[in-house]
């Protein structure tokens, strides 16, 4: 069984910056791609960012540079650094892992930018 669990979620004012944490575990195998999604209320969960074993990033469009991607496999963790970040980057930050083909999620981290 995989446990996935974020950290770092919080409000924040337009134009700051947090940085979410995601640890993985009870596997004793390499995980696979490791990734951060989001939902805002009355959307569809969409891809942020996901980075394979192997270091190789991609970004959701709506990111334009402010968001870093970035993992530790000793550590089987998974960061996004969030920088100028919008009223509409409020949502719900969920992680994602893939491990012998299934897809784990945490339960979600709360990221509000709000004045």
């Known amino acids: 069984q995989v446990h996935v669990v974020e950290s770092g979620g919080g409000l924040v004012q337009p134009g700051g910056s947090l940085r979410l944490s995601c640890v993985a575990s009870?596997?004793?195998?390499?995980?696979?791609?490791m990734g951060w999604y989001r939902q805002a209320p009355g959307k569809q969960r969409e891809l942020v960012a996901a980075?394979?074993?192997?270091?190789?990033?991609s970004y959701g469009n709506f990111v334009k540079g402010r968001f870093t991607i970035s993992r530790d496999n000793a550590k089987n963790t998974v960061y996004v650094q969030l920088n100028s970040l919008k009223p509409e980057d409020t949502a719900v930050y969920y992680c994602?892992?893939?491990?012998?083909?299934?897809?784990?999620w945490g339960q979600g981290t709360q990221v509000t930018v709000s004045s």
């Open positions: 009870g596997n004793t195998f390499n995980f696979g791609d």
């Open positions: 980075i394979t074993r192997g270091g190789v990033k």
């Open positions: 994602n892992v893939k491990h012998l083909l299934r897809d784990y």
